[in-house]
C-alpha cells in the first residue's frame, strides 16, 4: 500500500438545520484515506456516518450545510470547488453505494442501461463498451447468468444480486473512491456474505480506495483496513482494525463491543403435562392463490420465548399473521391454552383479541403520530380493562414506569417527540397495557442501534421474569435469538426445518438449512469472511440459498 | 432533521439514547414549546403572499358580516334611475334596475361566499367521510362508492349542474308558493353532491396511505370499530391534506355558483350575487362602462387570495425547506 493520500478531510464541520436554527450534525473531523485503502465508519444512528460519508463527495443533504473545513480530494478541494467540478468527479472518480439498492435504482430502467449512463455521461466509453464492460463486471462480482442479467428490470432481480449489481454500477468508471452506506443493513445474513464477498473482491482487484460506512462491528471487522468510531458528530476512537478489535482504549467503544454479550437468564422446561399458551396445529395458509405455510406446528409454553428465524420470505412474519388471525389459515387450527379460536379475528371476543398482543418492527409507523403517549397506552387500558379518568391514568404512569420511561417526562408528548429507542418502547407498554398472557414481537430490535436493542432485549426479559409473558420472537438476526430464545423454530420456504431448545439448536449435527444460517453470522474475527469463503469453496456449497 | 427517507437504519437520529430513562435532556428540542409558539411563529415565517391572503380574505369576511351596517342602502332597494353614473350619491353607480352597485357588492359578499362555504362544508363531510369510509373497508364497500363516483366525474361539472338544477328549479317550480330559499337549498346540495366526489377521491387517496399503517392494525386488532378506527386513527392523520383541498375547492365552487349565477340558474334574483351581477350589467361594458367588472373583480381577489393561503399551507404541510 502506499502512502498516497487520496482524501485529505480536515476538520469538516457540517450543520443541520432545524427549525430556524443551525445545529452541527458533525463537529470537526479529520479524516485521511490512501490509495486502495478501505476505512470502516462506525457508530449509532445519527453519530453522523453517512453524514460524513456524503461530505467526502463534497455533498451534503438538503437542510445541511458544510459551515467548516476541507475537503481534498486528490488536491481539489471539493466544499469549495463549483458544483460543475464536482459533478465532473462524481460518478468518475467518486462512486456512491446506497443502502437500498432496489430504492436506489430506477424501476423504469434496465440494470445495463443504468450501468452505462455514468460512463458515457463523463465520455468514458460508448454504449456499447460500457455495455460489454458491465458483464464483465457481472461476471467478476458473481452474478448469476452475467451475459442476461443486465437486460433485466430491478424487480427481477433478488435484493443481493441488485446490491450487487448497484456495486458493478459504482465500478463501472473505475472510481478512485467509492462510498458504501450500509451496503448489506437491508439483507439477510445469507445474501450478506455474497455481497460482502463481491465488494471486497471489487475493492481488491481495482485497488480503489473505499469508506464503509456501517453499524455492524463484525461486518465492518471484515472489509475495513482501519476504523474510526463516531458519536454525536465527533471521532471517538481511530485505529486499524486489528487493533481496534482486540484492544479499543475508550469506553465507548468497549461498549460497543460488549453488547452482544446479553443473555437472558436460562427458564426451567415446562412441566410434561403443561398446555401451551399458544399452538400451532398443522397450519397452511395462503395469499390468494400464492401457498405461503405448509403445515407449520409449534408450541409456546407461559413464561417462555420462542424464536421463529428464517430468511425473508421464510413465512416467519405469516405465521404471526395466522396467530393474530390477519389471516385465516386454508388448514389447520391455532389453540389459545388448549381452546381452538376463530381463526378470522373479526369473530374473536374482546377476551380472545386482549390475551395476544403485538408489538412491531417500526415503532415509526406503529404509532399514531396524532396521538400522545398518554392516549396510546390508555387507549386498551380503557378498552379492555374499562378504566377511565384517574383510574386510566394511574395504569398509564404504572405503565411507563414498568418500561422505565418517566411518566411526567412522557406522558403528555407525541410520538415524533422521542428516539428510535423510546418509541419502541412505548410500543411494548401498548401491549402490556392489554394485560396480555402473550406477546408477538415482530423483528422488535433490527430497526435499532445494537446498545438501544440490547436495552428492548433486556427490558423484554425482565418483563417476562415478572409478568410470566410467552413471547413469539421473529427475526433473522442469530445474535438476538442468541441473548433471548428458550426454544428456536428455523423456518424456510414456508415450512419448519428444524426446532427445538436453543442450547441444541446451536450445537451440531444441524439441518443444512440452519448450518447455512448458523456460519452466515459474521463474527468480530477479521479474518472470519475469507475463511468462510475458503471452506465453503473446498466443500463446494453455494454461498447463499438464492439462485446462483 | 435533516434525513427525509423513512428507513429507519438510515434516518439521522439527533438522539441516541442508551437507557431511556435518561434520554430526556436528549429528546427533541419541540417537546418544550407549546402549541401556540409553534403557531406564531409559522404566522411569523409566512412569506408576504400569505399575509396579502389572509388580509384579504380577512376584510371580505368582515364585509359580509357587517353587510347591514356598511352597505349604504338595501339590498333590494330601488334607489334611483337605471344605469346611473358613479356619483357622490352612488359611489359605483345603479344597476340596470336602479339598485345601488356598492350596497348590491356588499350583500353580494354575504350571500356568494356563504352559500360557497356552505356547500364547501358539505362536500368535504359528505366526500370526507365516504372516503375514509372506502379507504378503510375497502372491498365491494369501496367498489361500489369508487364506481358511483366515477360516474358522477364522467359527467363534466357545469352541464350536470345545469341539468340538476334546472329540474330542481322546474320541480321547486310547481309546488304551491315555494320558499325562495329551497332554490338556495336544491343549489347548495347539488353543487355539494357533485364537489364532493373530488373530494372523495382525495380522502381516499390520503386514507390509503393511512390506513396500511401499523397503528390502524394495531387498532383492529384491538377490536376497535369502524368508527373510532376513522375518527381516531386516520382522520387526525389525514387533515393537513384535507384542509388545503379545502381552500382549493372552495375556489372552484365559488367559480361555479359565479358561473351557474351568470348563466341565470345559480343564485336566483332578487339576492345579490356577484356571478348574476356581472351577467345583469354585462350590456354596459359594450358603452365602456367598467361597472360590471367590480362583482368579477371580487371574485377574482377572493379566488387569488385563497389560493396564496392555501399555497402556503401546502408548502408547510409538505415539510419543505427551501
Redesign the interface.
Known sequence: MSDDILLKMRGVKID?????DW?P?IKGIDLDLRRGEVLGLIG?????K??MGLAAMGYV????RISGGSVEFDGIDLAKASESKRRALRGKRIAYVA??AA?SFNPAHRLIDQYSEAPVQHSVMDKNAAQEDAVDLYRRLQLPNPDEIGFRYPHQVSGGQLQRAMTAMAMSCRPDLIIF??PT??LDVTTQIEVLAAIRSAVEQFGTAAIYIT?DLAVVAQMADRIMVL??GDLVEEAETRTMLSAPTEDYTK?LWAVRSFKASAKPLPAADAVPVVSLRNIDAAYGPVPVLHGVSFDIYKGRTVAVVGESGSGKSTAARVI???LPPSAGEVLFNGKALPPN?KR?S?DQ?RQAQ?I?Q?A????????RIRDIIG??VE??LGLKGRAREERVRELLAL????PD?FAH?FP???????KQ?IGIA?ALA?DPEFIICDEVTS???Q??AE?ILRLLDRLQGELGLAYMFITHDLATVRAIADEVVVMQHGKVVEQGPKVEMFQPPHHDYTDLLLSSVPEMDPDWLTNLLDERAREGKPLSTEGV | ????T????????????????S??A??????QESAWIRIS?AFRNAPLTAWFGMITIAIYIFVAVFAPILAPFGEREIVGAQFEEPNAQYLLGTDNLGRDMLSRLIYAARNTVGIALLTTIISFLLGGFLGMLAATLSGWVDQILSRIVDVLMSIPSLIFALLALTVANTWIGRMDNPSPWLYTAALIIIMAVLDSTRVFRLTRAVAMNIVV???V??A?????GLLYIVR??IL??ATAPLIAEFGLRFCFVFLLISALSFLGLGVQPPTADWGSMVRDNATLISFGVAVPLYPAGAIALLTVAVNFVVDWMLHRSSGL?D
Do not use: W
Open positions: 443541520g438545520k432545524t427549525g430556524d445545529l450534525i449509532e444512528s445519527g453519530a453522523g453517512s453524514t443533504r438538503g437542510g445541511c443502502q437500498s430504492a452506506d450500509e443493513t437491508a453499524h458519536r454525536y461498549s393474530t388471525g390477519l379475528f374473536r374482546k383479541l403485538m412491531y417500526m415509526d409507523t406503529a404509532l399514531n403520530p396524532k396521538q387507549r386498551p378498552f379492555y418500561i422505565e420511561m418517566e417526562t408528548r415524533g417527540e422521542l428516539s428510535g429507542g423510546q418502547r401498548r392489554a430497526a435499532l442501534d446498545l438501544v436495552g | 432533521m435533516t434525513d427525509t423513512n428507513d429507519p437504519t438510515t434516518v439521522i437520529d439527533p438522539i441516541a439514547d442508551p437507557s431511556a430513562m434520554a430526556d436528549a429528546a427533541p428540542r419541540v417537546a411563529r399503517m401499523d397503528y392494525e394495531a383492529r386488532l384491538r377490536g376497535e381516531k386513527e387526525p392523520n425547506k
